[in-house]
Structure formats: C-alpha cells, structure tokens
Nanobody, 122 residues
Framework: QVQLVESGGGLVQAGGSLRLTCAASGRTIGSNTMGWFRQASGKERDFVAAISRGGGSTYYADSVKGRFTISRDNAKDTVYLQMNNLKPEDTAVYYC???????????????WGQGTQVTVSS
C-alpha cells in the first residue's frame, strides 16, 4: 500500500505560481509511476502530468505543457508539480496518484491522495 498526501494548494491570481507536493508513505514510490490529476467542480477527473519511475520521462496534458513541470525525489518519496502562469481554468482539486505500471501503459492508477484545492482568480 502507498499512502499519498498532497499539499501546497491555495488561492493565487492569474499569472501566478504554485508548487504542489505529494508525500508518500507506506511503501517507497521508487517502483511507481507517479501522476497528477485534477477535477474541476462538476467535471470529470483529468490527467495533468506523469513521471516515470526513475524520473527520466515526463508526460503532460496539452493544456499545461510549457507551464507545469512534474518532478520527483525518490530518496524523499516525494513528487512535485510546479505550476507557472496559472489561469482561471486551472482551478480544480489536484490529486496525486501512483501505480506500478509504466506511464505509457493503459489503465488507471492504483493509489490516490485526498486532493488539494487550487483556485486561480482572474
């Protein structure tokens, strides 16, 4: 089992930045692909970004490419999402997720955090 706890959300003006942190416990995340997802009010949960087990490969939704950066520190069992140039449409609850399968494999994620709210004002 992997337990995930997100932090770093908050209220920010458009154009601002936030850094989300996902701290894992229970089992090292080094054997897991890590991902970030978001869910806006009344909408489905969408993929945002993913990073391979060793951190050598990253993947992004088109809507965040060039603005968001996912990274990981396996020694600290922590994953980050740096969000720059935030837009009101980035407003959502952001979730950290983990799974043993590679990022390029189909399917969903096995472990999820509780989420952290990000609100971007215009």
């Amino acid at each position: 089992q992997v337990q995930l706890v997100e932090s770093g959300g908050g209220l920010v003006q458009a154009g601002g930045s936030l850094r989300l942190t996902c701290a894992a416990s229970g089992r090292t995340i080094g054997s897991n692909t890590m991902g970030w997802f978001r869910q806006a009010s009344g909408k489905e949960r969408d993929f945002v970004a993913a990073i391979s087990r060793g951190g050598g490969s990253t993947y992004y939704a088109d809507s965040v490419k060039g603005r968001f950066t996912i990274s990981r520190d396996n020694a600290k069992d922590t994953v980050y999402l740096q969000m720059n140039n935030l837009k009101p449409e980035d407003t959502a609850v952001y979730y950290c997720a983990a799974r043993p399968l590679p990022a390029t494999s189909g399917g969903w994620y096995d472990y999820w955090g509780q989420g952290t709210q990000v609100t971007v004002s215009s």
